[in-house]
């Protein structure tokens, strides 16, 4: 079976939008700081770029979720987007810094999850 048995399509697709929007307001918000010492923050870019990516493919835009065209697709979408996300912190307005270990840390998130998710792909038995 190639669809997502753990929700109908308009959920996932609803999970997607309220993410994809959560992570938008969250990378962009003016002035934010979190006061940690090291770059843990890496770890949390390339888990959430690949979450992101993980929710669009579920959406299944291209056909089945876990099918190689789905995933062939969707992860260059999550890397444009990653880029944009990235390079939009760069505006004065926002007040963040775009940096390229982060953009890199966003990048690997997406392969990562998009080498899963064609991993642990179930062939169907027609």
């Known amino acids: 079976m190639t669809s997502a048995p753990w929700a109908s399509l308009s959920l996932r697709r609803f999970v997607f939008g309220g993410f994809a929007a959560l992570l938008f307001v969250m990378t962009h918000w003016p002035r934010v700081a979190i006061p940690a010492e090291g770059r843990w923050d890496l770890l949390v870019h390339a888990g959430v770029f690949g979450l992101w990516a993980v929710l669009l493919m579920s959406t299944a835009p291209f056909g089945p979720w876990r099918s190689p065209r789905n995933i062939a697709r969707c ?52």
């Open 75 to 126: 992860a260059p979408i999550a890397v444009i987007y990653a880029c944009i996300d990235e390079g939009l912190q760069a505006v004065p307005l926002v007040r963040r810094v775009a940096a390229w270990d982060d953009l890199a840390a966003n990048i690997a998130g997406v392969l990562i999850a998009s080498l899963i998710v064609s991993r642990f792909r179930v062939e169907s038995k027609a």
